[in-house]
Protein backbone atom coordinates (compact mmCIF):
# COMPACT_ATOMS: atom_id res chain seq x y z
CA UNK A 1 0.00 0.00 0.00
CA UNK A 2 1.30 3.68 -0.77
CA UNK A 3 1.84 5.86 1.64
CA UNK A 4 1.42 9.36 1.62
CA UNK A 5 2.82 11.67 4.59
CA UNK A 6 1.06 15.11 5.02
CA UNK A 7 0.96 17.56 7.96
CA UNK A 8 1.40 21.09 8.82
CA UNK A 9 4.12 23.25 9.95
CA UNK A 10 2.95 24.90 12.98
CA UNK A 11 5.45 23.69 15.18
CA UNK A 12 7.95 25.31 12.98
CA UNK A 13 9.70 22.18 12.92
CA UNK A 14 7.77 20.13 10.68
CA UNK A 15 10.54 20.02 7.62
CA UNK A 16 12.44 18.01 10.26
CA UNK A 17 9.32 14.95 9.85
CA UNK A 18 9.32 15.04 6.32
CA UNK A 19 12.47 14.41 5.94
CA UNK A 20 12.49 12.01 8.46
CA UNK A 21 9.59 9.98 6.05
CA UNK A 22 11.17 10.50 3.27
CA UNK A 23 14.54 9.00 4.52
CA UNK A 24 12.27 6.07 5.72
CA UNK A 25 11.03 5.33 2.00
CA UNK A 26 7.69 6.95 1.70
CA UNK A 27 5.93 7.09 -1.08
CA UNK A 28 4.63 10.89 -1.63
CA UNK A 29 4.49 13.79 1.20
CA UNK A 30 2.86 17.07 0.70
CA UNK A 31 4.70 20.12 1.04
CA UNK A 32 3.89 24.21 -0.13
CA UNK A 33 5.33 26.28 -2.85
CA UNK A 34 8.29 28.42 -0.94
CA UNK A 35 5.99 31.84 -0.71
CA UNK A 36 2.90 29.71 0.68
CA UNK A 37 4.79 27.82 3.18
CA UNK A 38 5.45 27.72 6.97
CA UNK A 39 3.07 28.08 10.19
CA UNK A 40 0.23 26.52 9.53
CA UNK A 41 1.06 25.81 5.99
CA UNK A 42 3.19 22.46 4.95
CA UNK A 43 7.18 22.63 4.92
CA UNK A 44 8.90 24.74 2.28
CA UNK A 45 8.59 22.68 -0.95
CA UNK A 46 11.94 24.13 -2.68
CA UNK A 47 13.54 23.46 0.25
CA UNK A 48 12.98 20.03 1.04
CA UNK A 49 13.76 19.60 -3.06
CA UNK A 50 17.39 21.22 -2.38
CA UNK A 51 18.04 19.10 0.21
CA UNK A 52 17.63 15.47 -1.64
CA UNK A 53 19.55 16.95 -5.30
CA UNK A 54 22.12 14.09 -5.97
CA UNK A 55 20.71 11.81 -3.73
CA UNK A 56 19.25 8.41 -3.75
CA UNK A 57 15.71 10.06 -3.42
CA UNK A 58 16.04 13.21 -5.48
CA UNK A 59 12.67 13.95 -6.34
CA UNK A 60 14.15 15.69 -10.04
CA UNK A 61 12.33 18.58 -9.26
CA UNK A 62 12.86 21.51 -11.30
CA UNK A 63 14.47 24.15 -8.92
CA UNK A 64 14.45 26.93 -10.98
CA UNK A 65 10.68 26.14 -11.98
CA UNK A 66 9.61 25.95 -8.40
CA UNK A 67 11.18 29.40 -7.38
CA UNK A 68 9.00 31.16 -10.49
CA UNK A 69 5.81 29.33 -9.03
CA UNK A 70 6.98 30.56 -6.22
CA UNK A 71 7.13 34.08 -6.95
CA UNK A 72 3.98 34.66 -8.80
CA UNK A 73 2.08 33.23 -5.94
CA UNK A 74 3.86 35.85 -3.89
CA UNK A 75 2.51 38.29 -5.62
CA UNK A 76 -1.27 36.97 -6.14
CA UNK A 77 -0.67 36.00 -2.32
CA UNK A 78 -0.79 40.11 -1.49
CA UNK A 79 -4.35 40.20 -2.69
CA UNK A 80 -5.25 38.05 0.07
CA UNK A 81 -3.63 39.96 2.70
CA UNK A 82 -7.31 41.17 4.57
CA UNK A 83 -7.40 36.87 5.36
CA UNK A 84 -4.22 36.58 7.05
CA UNK A 85 -4.56 35.04 10.19
CA UNK A 86 -1.10 37.42 11.58
CA UNK A 87 0.55 34.38 12.82
CA UNK A 88 3.78 35.47 12.79
CA UNK A 89 5.60 32.28 14.11
CA UNK A 90 5.83 28.42 14.82
CA UNK A 91 4.34 27.76 18.22
CA UNK A 92 4.60 24.57 20.95
CA UNK A 93 1.60 25.07 21.92
CA UNK A 94 0.18 22.59 18.99
CA UNK A 95 1.55 20.13 21.22
CA UNK A 96 -0.78 20.57 23.98
CA UNK A 97 -4.09 21.62 21.80
CA UNK A 98 -3.51 19.59 18.46
CA UNK A 99 -5.72 21.50 16.10
CA UNK A 100 -5.14 20.13 12.52
CA UNK A 101 -3.31 23.65 10.51
CA UNK A 102 -5.98 24.12 8.39
CA UNK A 103 -8.20 24.78 11.41
CA UNK A 104 -6.21 26.78 13.94
CA UNK A 105 -6.00 29.65 11.24
CA UNK A 106 -10.06 29.37 10.67
CA UNK A 107 -10.41 29.11 14.31
CA UNK A 108 -8.16 32.12 14.89
CA UNK A 109 -10.63 33.93 12.68
CA UNK A 110 -13.63 32.82 13.94
CA UNK A 111 -12.69 34.10 17.56
CA UNK A 112 -12.03 36.90 16.09
CA UNK A 113 -15.34 37.68 14.66
CA UNK A 114 -16.74 36.72 18.08
CA UNK A 115 -14.69 39.13 20.07
CA UNK A 116 -12.36 36.49 21.58
CA UNK A 117 -8.86 37.46 20.25
CA UNK A 118 -7.63 38.66 23.13
CA UNK A 119 -8.44 35.55 24.96
CA UNK A 120 -7.18 33.29 22.48
CA UNK A 121 -4.43 31.11 25.50
CA UNK A 122 -8.28 30.31 26.91
CA UNK A 123 -9.72 29.28 23.51
CA UNK A 124 -6.81 26.83 23.02
CA UNK A 125 -6.87 25.81 26.43
CA UNK A 126 -10.50 24.80 26.04
CA UNK A 127 -9.71 22.83 22.44
CA UNK A 128 -7.67 20.60 24.46
CA UNK A 129 -9.91 20.16 27.42
CA UNK A 130 -12.88 19.18 24.82
CA UNK A 131 -10.55 17.22 22.90
CA UNK A 132 -10.38 14.93 26.16
CA UNK A 133 -13.94 14.87 27.39
CA UNK A 134 -14.89 13.73 23.80
CA UNK A 135 -12.24 11.07 23.89
CA UNK A 136 -9.52 11.93 22.26
CA UNK A 137 -11.24 12.41 18.91
CA UNK A 138 -9.30 12.12 15.56
CA UNK A 139 -9.36 15.74 14.40
CA UNK A 140 -10.24 16.16 10.23
CA UNK A 141 -12.85 18.07 9.02
CA UNK A 142 -15.28 17.70 10.34
CA UNK A 143 -14.31 15.98 13.52
CA UNK A 144 -12.41 18.97 14.23
CA UNK A 145 -14.52 21.52 13.49
CA UNK A 146 -16.77 19.80 16.52
CA UNK A 147 -14.37 20.28 18.87
CA UNK A 148 -13.75 23.82 18.16
CA UNK A 149 -17.23 24.64 17.72
CA UNK A 150 -17.53 23.94 21.96
CA UNK A 151 -14.33 25.56 22.62
CA UNK A 152 -15.32 28.36 21.27
CA UNK A 153 -18.76 27.72 22.74
CA UNK A 154 -17.23 27.46 26.25
CA UNK A 155 -15.59 30.40 26.32
CA UNK A 156 -17.84 32.72 25.34
CA UNK A 157 -20.58 31.67 27.86
CA UNK A 158 -18.03 31.41 30.70
CA UNK A 159 -18.52 27.42 31.12
CA UNK A 160 -15.67 25.41 32.84
CA UNK A 161 -14.82 21.29 32.00
CA UNK A 162 -16.73 20.73 35.11
CA UNK A 163 -19.57 22.68 33.77
CA UNK A 164 -19.98 20.45 30.43
CA UNK A 165 -19.84 17.32 32.66
CA UNK A 166 -22.32 18.49 35.07
CA UNK A 167 -25.01 16.17 34.31
CA UNK A 168 -27.32 18.53 36.23
CA UNK A 169 -26.55 21.95 34.42
CA UNK A 170 -28.37 22.39 31.66
CA UNK A 171 -26.04 23.82 28.34
CA UNK A 172 -26.59 24.26 24.86
CA UNK A 173 -24.85 22.68 22.87
CA UNK A 174 -23.68 23.73 19.30
CA UNK A 175 -25.62 21.67 16.38
CA UNK A 176 -22.28 20.01 15.44
CA UNK A 177 -21.59 18.26 18.46
CA UNK A 178 -25.17 17.14 18.93
CA UNK A 179 -24.48 15.38 15.34
CA UNK A 180 -21.14 13.86 16.35
CA UNK A 181 -22.49 12.42 19.48
CA UNK A 182 -25.57 11.34 17.27
CA UNK A 183 -23.24 9.26 15.26
CA UNK A 184 -23.91 11.36 12.48
CA UNK A 185 -20.21 11.32 11.07
CA UNK A 186 -19.40 8.18 12.41
CA UNK A 187 -18.04 6.07 15.11
CA UNK A 188 -14.91 7.41 16.88
CA UNK A 189 -12.70 4.43 18.28
CA UNK A 190 -14.10 2.96 21.56
CA UNK A 191 -16.86 5.14 21.60
CA UNK A 192 -18.51 7.52 23.10
CA UNK A 193 -18.05 9.19 26.56
CA UNK A 194 -21.51 7.82 27.35
CA UNK A 195 -22.20 10.17 30.53
CA UNK A 196 -21.67 13.08 28.17
CA UNK A 197 -23.27 11.65 25.16
CA UNK A 198 -26.28 11.04 27.23
CA UNK A 199 -26.39 14.46 28.63
CA UNK A 200 -25.90 16.22 25.00
CA UNK A 201 -28.73 14.07 23.07
CA UNK A 202 -31.20 14.68 26.38
CA UNK A 203 -32.94 11.10 25.72
CA UNK A 204 -32.45 11.40 22.04
CA UNK A 205 -31.46 8.14 19.96
CA UNK A 206 -28.03 7.41 18.42
CA UNK A 207 -26.92 5.94 15.80
CA UNK A 208 -24.86 2.71 15.73
CA UNK A 209 -24.00 1.90 12.52
CA UNK A 210 -22.19 3.58 9.62
CA UNK A 211 -24.51 7.14 9.36
CA UNK A 212 -24.44 6.62 4.94
CA UNK A 213 -26.77 3.31 5.44
CA UNK A 214 -29.75 5.14 7.18
CA UNK A 215 -29.55 7.93 4.01
CA UNK A 216 -32.14 7.85 2.04
CA UNK A 217 -31.07 7.96 -1.91
CA UNK A 218 -30.98 11.20 -3.57
CA UNK A 219 -33.07 11.50 -6.81
CA UNK A 220 -30.58 14.11 -8.84
CA UNK A 221 -32.96 15.20 -11.23
CA UNK A 222 -35.80 15.81 -8.63
CA UNK A 223 -33.52 18.56 -6.30
CA UNK A 224 -32.10 20.21 -9.68
CA UNK A 225 -36.05 20.72 -10.09
CA UNK A 226 -36.42 21.86 -6.39
CA UNK A 227 -33.51 24.25 -7.02
CA UNK A 228 -34.14 25.86 -10.17
CA UNK A 229 -37.39 26.99 -8.63
CA UNK A 230 -35.86 28.45 -5.58
CA UNK A 231 -33.25 30.09 -8.13
CA UNK A 232 -34.96 30.70 -11.00
CA UNK A 233 -32.33 29.68 -13.36
CA UNK A 234 -30.71 26.53 -14.87
CA UNK A 235 -28.55 24.64 -12.46
CA UNK A 236 -25.50 22.67 -13.60
CA UNK A 237 -24.64 18.88 -12.02
CA UNK A 238 -22.13 20.87 -9.98
CA UNK A 239 -24.24 23.13 -8.03
CA UNK A 240 -26.54 20.11 -8.02
CA UNK A 241 -23.82 18.60 -6.26
CA UNK A 242 -23.07 21.60 -3.81
CA UNK A 243 -26.62 22.08 -2.78
CA UNK A 244 -26.91 18.41 -1.71
CA UNK A 245 -24.07 18.85 0.36
CA UNK A 246 -23.95 22.25 1.66
CA UNK A 247 -27.39 23.86 0.93
CA UNK A 248 -27.50 26.93 2.98
CA UNK A 249 -24.36 28.01 1.67
CA UNK A 250 -25.47 27.11 -1.84
CA UNK A 251 -28.66 29.09 -1.71
CA UNK A 252 -26.38 31.95 0.00
CA UNK A 253 -24.38 32.01 -2.78
CA UNK A 254 -27.12 31.70 -5.41
CA UNK A 255 -28.53 34.69 -3.71
CA UNK A 256 -25.71 36.95 -4.17
CA UNK A 257 -24.77 35.56 -7.73
CA UNK A 258 -28.86 36.50 -9.01
CA UNK A 259 -28.43 40.41 -7.14
CA UNK A 260 -24.91 40.84 -8.15
CA UNK A 261 -24.34 38.17 -11.55
CA UNK A 262 -21.03 36.64 -11.73
CA UNK A 263 -18.34 38.64 -9.57
CA UNK A 264 -15.76 36.11 -10.81
CA UNK A 265 -15.63 38.11 -13.94
CA UNK A 266 -13.81 40.93 -11.48
CA UNK A 267 -10.21 41.31 -10.95
CA UNK A 268 -9.62 40.02 -7.37
CA UNK A 269 -8.16 43.14 -6.04
CA UNK A 270 -11.69 45.08 -7.25
CA UNK A 271 -13.65 42.70 -5.84
CA UNK A 272 -12.38 42.85 -2.11
CA UNK A 273 -10.61 46.33 -2.48
CA UNK A 274 -12.81 48.26 -4.47
CA UNK A 275 -11.71 50.99 -7.23
CA UNK A 276 -9.44 53.87 -7.02
CA UNK A 277 -10.86 57.11 -8.64
CA UNK A 278 -9.59 57.11 -12.19
CA UNK A 279 -8.82 53.33 -12.18
CA UNK A 280 -9.53 51.36 -15.23
CA UNK A 281 -10.81 48.02 -15.74
CA UNK A 282 -11.28 45.35 -18.89
CA UNK A 283 -13.90 43.16 -17.80
CA UNK A 284 -14.89 39.85 -19.77
CA UNK A 285 -18.67 39.00 -19.73
CA UNK A 286 -18.53 36.39 -22.25
CA UNK A 287 -16.29 35.67 -25.50
CA UNK A 288 -16.39 38.63 -27.83
CA UNK A 289 -18.10 41.04 -25.12
CA UNK A 290 -15.57 43.00 -23.02
CA UNK A 291 -16.92 46.11 -20.37
CA UNK A 292 -14.01 48.63 -20.28
CA UNK A 293 -15.14 50.58 -16.71
CA UNK A 294 -13.46 53.81 -15.30
CA UNK A 295 -14.15 54.76 -12.38
CA UNK A 296 -14.59 58.58 -11.77
CA UNK A 297 -15.73 59.59 -8.14
CA UNK A 298 -18.46 59.27 -5.77
CA UNK A 299 -20.73 62.20 -4.32
CA UNK A 300 -19.69 63.62 -0.91
CA UNK A 301 -22.77 62.72 1.54
CA UNK A 302 -26.10 60.92 1.11
CA UNK A 303 -29.35 61.91 -0.16
CA UNK A 304 -32.56 61.66 2.16
CA UNK A 305 -32.61 58.20 1.32
CA UNK A 306 -28.71 57.33 2.45
CA UNK A 307 -27.89 56.67 -1.13
CA UNK A 308 -24.77 58.04 -2.64
CA UNK A 309 -24.23 58.51 -6.62
CA UNK A 310 -20.91 56.92 -8.09
CA UNK A 311 -20.26 58.60 -11.51
CA UNK A 312 -18.07 56.18 -13.53
CA UNK A 313 -17.23 55.72 -17.46
CA UNK A 314 -18.84 52.89 -19.44
CA UNK A 315 -16.23 51.47 -22.74
CA UNK A 316 -16.18 55.21 -22.55
CA UNK A 317 -19.88 56.69 -21.95
CA UNK A 318 -20.56 58.65 -18.88
CA UNK A 319 -22.42 56.67 -16.15
CA UNK A 320 -24.12 57.12 -13.05
CA UNK A 321 -25.67 54.47 -10.18
CA UNK A 322 -26.82 55.06 -6.72
CA UNK A 323 -25.41 53.02 -3.99
CA UNK A 324 -27.07 52.79 -0.53
CA UNK A 325 -24.36 53.80 1.84
CA UNK A 326 -24.98 51.92 4.96
CA UNK A 327 -22.14 54.28 7.24
CA UNK A 328 -24.93 57.00 7.05
CA UNK A 329 -27.57 55.01 8.28
CA UNK A 330 -25.70 53.02 11.51
CA UNK A 331 -27.47 53.57 14.50
CA UNK A 332 -26.62 52.13 18.09
CA UNK A 333 -29.56 50.23 19.12
CA UNK A 334 -29.31 48.41 22.49
CA UNK A 335 -30.46 45.25 23.00
CA UNK A 336 -31.73 43.92 26.25
CA UNK A 337 -29.78 41.27 28.39
CA UNK A 338 -31.76 38.51 29.71
CA UNK A 339 -31.62 37.83 33.22
CA UNK A 340 -28.67 35.30 34.93
CA UNK A 341 -30.81 32.40 36.28
CA UNK A 342 -34.56 33.17 34.81
CA UNK A 343 -35.53 30.11 32.50
CA UNK A 344 -38.01 32.68 31.27
CA UNK A 345 -35.43 34.53 29.57
CA UNK A 346 -34.24 32.47 26.56
CA UNK A 347 -30.92 34.38 26.26
CA UNK A 348 -28.31 34.21 23.06
CA UNK A 349 -25.38 31.80 24.23
CA UNK A 350 -22.51 33.36 21.72
CA UNK A 351 -22.80 36.30 19.50
CA UNK A 352 -24.13 35.88 16.22
CA UNK A 353 -26.88 36.30 13.37
CA UNK A 354 -30.40 34.83 14.80
CA UNK A 355 -30.76 32.45 11.05
CA UNK A 356 -34.14 31.11 12.09
CA UNK A 357 -37.28 31.84 14.44
CA UNK A 358 -39.10 28.33 15.34
CA UNK A 359 -42.13 30.13 17.94
CA UNK A 360 -44.68 32.59 17.29
CA UNK A 361 -45.76 34.93 19.80
CA UNK A 362 -48.55 33.39 21.99
CA UNK A 363 -47.41 29.57 21.05
CA UNK A 364 -46.78 27.45 24.19
CA UNK A 365 -43.71 25.90 24.41
CA UNK A 366 -42.44 22.93 26.68
CA UNK A 367 -39.05 22.33 28.18
CA UNK A 368 -36.37 21.50 25.56
CA UNK A 369 -38.18 22.88 22.48
CA UNK A 370 -35.67 24.57 20.03
CA UNK A 371 -36.87 28.34 20.17
CA UNK A 372 -34.45 29.51 17.31
CA UNK A 373 -30.96 29.18 15.29
CA UNK A 374 -28.25 30.96 15.79
CA UNK A 375 -25.03 30.95 13.59
CA UNK A 376 -21.76 32.93 14.00
CA UNK A 377 -18.70 31.85 11.49
CA UNK A 378 -20.06 28.62 10.12
CA UNK A 379 -21.17 27.38 13.72
CA UNK A 380 -24.74 26.91 13.99
CA UNK A 381 -26.27 26.36 17.64
CA UNK A 382 -30.61 25.45 18.45
CA UNK A 383 -31.27 27.34 21.58
CA UNK A 384 -33.89 25.52 23.89
CA UNK A 385 -36.49 26.47 26.12
CA UNK A 386 -35.39 25.80 29.98
CA UNK A 387 -38.75 25.42 30.93
CA UNK A 388 -42.29 25.13 30.17
CA UNK A 389 -44.02 28.15 29.44
CA UNK A 390 -45.79 30.76 26.27
CA UNK A 391 -44.01 32.93 23.67
CA UNK A 392 -44.78 36.74 25.21
CA UNK A 393 -42.48 38.40 23.24
CA UNK A 394 -39.68 37.81 20.36
CA UNK A 395 -36.63 40.19 20.64
CA UNK A 396 -34.55 39.49 17.87
CA UNK A 397 -36.81 38.39 14.94
CA UNK A 398 -34.24 36.44 12.36
CA UNK A 399 -31.68 38.51 10.47
CA UNK A 400 -30.87 40.38 14.11
CA UNK A 401 -27.15 40.51 14.62
CA UNK A 402 -26.90 39.48 18.49
CA UNK A 403 -23.89 39.66 21.54
CA UNK A 404 -23.56 36.93 23.59
CA UNK A 405 -26.46 37.10 26.59
CA UNK A 406 -28.79 39.23 24.83
CA UNK A 407 -32.58 38.38 25.17
CA UNK A 408 -33.92 36.71 22.48
CA UNK A 409 -37.23 35.34 22.95
CA UNK A 410 -39.21 36.01 26.97
CA UNK A 411 -41.85 33.77 28.23
CA UNK A 412 -44.91 34.01 30.45
CA UNK A 413 -45.60 31.24 32.71
Known amino acids: IPIHFHTHDTSGISAATVIAAIDAGVDAVDAAMDSM?????????????NNYIGQPRDPGLNTEALKEV????????????GFESDIRSGTSDVYVHEMPGGQYTNLRQQARALGLD??????????????KMFGDVVKVTPSSKVVGDMALMMVTSGLSEEDVLDPKKDITFPDSVISFFRGEIGQPVGGFPPALQRKVLKGGEALSDRPGKSLPPIDFEATRKEIEKKTHRNISDAEVASYVMYPKVFLDY???????????????????YGMNQNDEISVDLEKGKTLVIRYLTTSEGGDDEGQRTVFFELNGQP???KVADKTLAATGKVRPKAEDGNKLHIAAPMPGLVVEVHVAEGQKVKAGDVMC????????TAVHAEKDGTVATIHAPAGTQVDSKDLLIELTE
Do not use: C
Request: hydrophobic share 40%.
Open 254 to 272: AEHRSHNADVSVLPTPVFF
Open 118 to 131: DRWPEVSKAYAAVN
Open 70 to 81: STYWEQIRRYYA
Open 319 to 321: RTV
Open 373 to 380: SLEAMKME
Open 37 to 49: SGLTSQPNLGSIA
